[in-house]
């Protein structure tokens, strides 16, 4: 069964810094696109940023830039990301996604709080 599994969220101080990581099965993950995505409580899930099949072209929302970096290892079927001086406006449920399949995985909480 094909499926994408986020872990590594959790409670950090503002400034700190947390890396997601989304491990994929059940289907071939190096041949696409992925991305990674945030809720925050009340609003509307929202693009984070997204990554090409080799990995080589990322891509981020304005908010993102500087701070997250997002990469992939085709060899481990795993896809992150890192997220540096983070702000309460950070916290929130994040997702990962393969567009193309549709897929979603569960969600993992990372909240910034002092």
């Known amino acids: 069964q094909a499926q994408l599994v986020e872990s590594g969220g959790g409670l950090v101080e503002p400034g700190g810094s947390l890396t997601l990581s989304c491990a994929a099965s059940?289907?071939?993950?190096?041949?696409?696109?992925m991305s990674w995505h945030r809720q925050s409580p009340g609003k509307a899930r929202e693009l984070v940023a997204s990554?090409?099949?080799?990995?080589?072209?990322?891509n981020y929302v304005d908010y993102a830039k500087g701070r997250f970096t997002i990469s992939r290892d085709n060899t481990k079927n795993i896809l992150y990301l890192r997220m540096n001086d983070l702000k309460p406006e950070d916290t929130a449920v994040y997702y990962c996604r393969c567009p193309f399949k549709a897929m979603w995985g569960q969600g993992t909480q990372v909240t910034v709080s002092s």
């Open positions: 059940g289907f071939l993950f190096a041949p696409f696109t």
């Open positions: 990554i090409n099949s080799d990995g080589d072209e990322p």
